[in-house]
């Protein structure tokens, strides 16, 4: 299970960070990714850190805005997302992959999301 917290109203310019607890399964072996879907586009592909948080890659618009880091020790996986812009809002949420082609991984499984609204 994936549990997503921290969204909320954010102005432009400024901070959020998400957290994403993982709950059932063995935490470390997992790459974890953060995607966003925002009303009428499609799901989009945030950024993905390594299993033992050593590699991270990212969506270019974000590029340099946002970072994700993680806790193997408390489960847990972040996206610190500075330098808001109203495009960034959508609905977050966080993914795990076993497997895949890094950093097009093939994600098992995938939380519910939290909401992030940045006011211009």
């Known amino acids: 299970q994936l549990v997503e917290s921290g969204g909320g109203l954010a102005q432009a310019g400024g901070s959020l960070r998400l957290s994403c607890r993982a709950s059932?399964?063995?935490?470390?072996?997992?790459?974890m990714g953060w995607f966003r879907h925002a009303p009428g586009r499609e799901r989009e592909f945030v950024g993905v850190?390594?299993?033992?948080?050593?590699?991270?890659y990212y969506l270019e618009s974000v590029r340099g805005r946002f970072t994700i880091s993680r806790d193997n020790a408390k489960n847990m996986v972040f996206l610190q997302m500075d330098r808001l812009k109203p495009e960034d809002t959508a609905l977050y949420f966080c993914?795990?992959?076993?497997?895949?082609?890094?950093?097009?991984?093939?994600?098992?499984?995938w939380g519910q999301g939290t909401q992030v609204t940045v006011s211009s």
């Open positions: 993914a795990a992959a076993l497997s895949g082609n890094w950093p097009l991984m093939r994600y098992d499984y």
């Open positions: 850190i390594s299993s033992n948080g050593g590699l991270a």
């Open positions: 059932g399964l063995t935490f470390r072996s997992y790459a």
